[in-house]
């Protein structure tokens, strides 16, 4: 059973929610990400998508857009995000870390060397935004023969068929877009959402997160009333953009604490009302 699959049992019998915090690796500053990773596992995050730098990630808003520019101006690549979560591994066995980015970074470093190397440094999951799954077949069956969970998307589009696709290369978890558009944006249809998640749990059987347009305790908890997870982004990246910054990152760990745990509670006394 991988740490995902584990992580997602364990919620399921205390009867809680997921928290699933998004970051990008290198922002604000490369020298504090596994700090930041920390701050997420130590105030309530049960899974972390950390996110790969990439020169075009189309999926996301210009919030998540800078904070890729940023990382990349300091020389962040895929090679030095394996790093990150290697040392975040030294002090943290328990908490799932899935990487969120774009196919290209994994080719350039071949893909069987990536899912070697993921491995090696303690990767629970990944998810490549650019891979569909009717052409993913050769990436999935690398990373899970590596012990680790290939994680999709689906989107309010998103037809039978295609969840279908989906479920066949699928484990850990899916990742539900909330809404059409980019990550960041601001309307959140909650009656949309929760006739779509039945719909994906009938062919797809694995849990739910359901990501973009969540951006405080409320929608949070909200979300987490139909579904088995809430993912945070671009509310966490412009969090820690508009923090002022120190020399050791103290003020950005402080306010990512504050904010998670903020979010924890309101998942949690959601759970108990439920």
Avoid at 25 to 50: C, R, S
Avoid at 59 to 79: H, K, T
Avoid at 107 to 136: H, I, K, N, S, W
Wanted: charged share 20%; glycine share 10%; net charge negative.
């Amino acid at each position: 059973m991988s740490r995902i699959q584990a992580t997602f049992q364990a919620l399921q019998a205390q009867g809680k929610k997921g928290l699933i915090p998004f970051i990008t690796a290198g922002d604000p500053e490369p020298g504090w990400t596994v700090k930041l990773m920390h701050a997420l596992a130590d105030n309530g995050a049960d899974v972390i998508e950390l996110g790969v730098p990439f020169s075009d990630p189309m999926a996301d808003g210009p919030v998540i857009q800078r904070a890729s520019e940023r990382a990349l101006a300091r020389g962040v690549s895929l090679a030095e995000v394996l790093g990150y979560v290697a040392v975040f591994r030294q002090t943290n066995d328990r908490t799932p870390v899935v990487l969120m980015g774009y196919a290209n970074p994994i080719e350039a470093m071949g893909l069987d060397t990536f899912a070697e190397r993921a491995a090696r440094a303690g990767v629970d999951g990944v998810l490549v935004v650019d891979y569909p799954p009717e052409e993913a077949e050769a990436y999935a069956g690398a990373v899970r023969a590596h012990g680790i969970d290939p994680i999709f998307l689906l989107a309010p589009t998103s037809t039978e068929a295609r969840m279908a696709a989906v479920a066949r290369q699928a484990s850990g978890y899916l990742y539900y877009v909330s809404l059409k558009g980019v990550t960041g944006a601001a309307s959140l249809d909650l009656d949309s959402v929760a006739a779509k998640i039945p719909e994906i749990k009938a062919v797809a059987p694995l849990p739910v997160g359901v990501g973009f347009g969540i951006r405080d305790a409320a929608t949070a908890r909200a979300i987490a009333s139909v579904a088995d997870a809430v993912v945070i982004g671009s509310a966490i990246v412009q969090r820690l953009e508009n923090t002022p910054r120190d020399l050791e990152g103290q003020n950005a760990v402080k306010s990512l604490a504050e904010f998670i745990g903020g979010i924890r509670q309101a998942l949690d006394e959601g759970a108990k009302s439920a």
